[in-house]
C-alpha cells in the first residue's frame, strides 16, 4: 500500500486538484454546527480536503502513508501537524479529537484493518466526539470489476483492492462505535468534469459519554 501511494503521488503529483470534495464541504458544515474546532484527518494526501476546514478556523491534524504527499502539502501551503505513516499504525500521539474526518480510505482496508482503524479513530475521539467517514458504496460504477477475493471486496486490475460498503455492511461494521446516520453522496470528478461521479457513503457516529 505504501509503495502504491508513494508511486502515485509521485506520477500524478495533485491528482484530485485543488477543489474539496463535496462531502468535506458538507462535513465542515457540520462540525461548526457542533463546535468542532480540533479534528484528526487519516488519510490526508496533500490537503485539499484539510483546506475548507482550516479557513474556517478549524485546527487539523493529518495522518498520510506518502511522504510525497505531504511534501506536496507542504508545498501548497498546508503548515500543519502531519504524521507521516500508515493508519494501521494508529495512534500516532494519546490527543482526543473533538471530530474526525476520513474521505475514501477506509474501503481500501481489508475487514480486520478496517475494524481496528474504526476502533482507533473511536478511541481517539473525545466524549460527545464526531466521526464521519466516506466510503465507495455497491452503486459505484466500479463495483463487480476485478478478481473478487471475498464478499463485496475486489481488486482492480491496477493492484488495488476495494471494499464495496451497503447499509448492512455499515451497520454490521460501524452500529457498535456510535452510528448516528448515514447517507449516500455522489461525488463528482471536480478536475474532471466529463467523468462520471463516484457514489459513496457517508458514515456517521458519535462518542457518547
Not at 134 to 142: E, L, Y
Not at 154 to 165: L, N, P, R, S
Request: glycine share 6%; aromatic share 14%.
Amino acid at each position: 500500500m505504501t509503495e502504491f501511494w508513494e508511486s502515485s503521488f509521485i506520477e500524478k503529483q495533485t491528482m484530485w486538484g485543488f477543489e474539496p470534495t463535496d462531502s468535506a464541504i458538507a462535513t465542515k458544515d457540520f462540525f461548526l454546527e457542533k463546535n468542532v474546532k480540533d479534528i484528526l484527518v487519516p488519510g490526508i494526501g496533500y490537503g485539499r480536503n484539510a483546506k475548507v476546514f482550516i479557513e474556517s478556523g478549524i485546527n487539523v491534524t493529518g495522518i498520510e502513508i506518502s511522504q510525497s504527499a505531504i511534501d506536496l502539502a507542504r508545498q501548497n501551503g498546508l503548515d500543519i501537524s502531519i504524521f507521516h505513516g500508515s493508519v494501521s499504525d494508529m495512534p500516532f500521539d494519546n490527543k482526543r479529537y473533538e471530530g474526525i474526518f476520513c474521505h475514501a480510505l477506509i474501503h481500501l482496508l481489508n475487514r480486520s484493518e478496517r475494524e481496528k482503524f474504526i476502533q482507533d479513530c473511536y478511541n481517539q475521539l473525545k466524549p460527545n466526539g464526531y466521526m464521519i467517514f466516506t466510503t465507495v458504496s455497491k452503486n459505484a460504477p466500479m463495483f463487480g470489476n476485478g478478481t473478487l477475493l471475498d464478499k463485496d471486496y475486489y481488486e482492480t486490475d491496477y493492484g488495488v483492492k476495494i471494499f464495496f460498503y451497503d447499509a448492512e455492511s455499515i451497520i454490521q461494521e460501524f452500529e457498535a462505535y456510535g452510528l448516528v446516520e448515514f447517507s449516500e453522496i455522489d461525488e463528482p470528478h471536480k478536475d474532471m468534469i466529463n467523468k462520471p461521479s463516484i457514489n459513496f457513503l457517508m458514515v456517521k457516529c458519535k462518542k457518547e459519554l
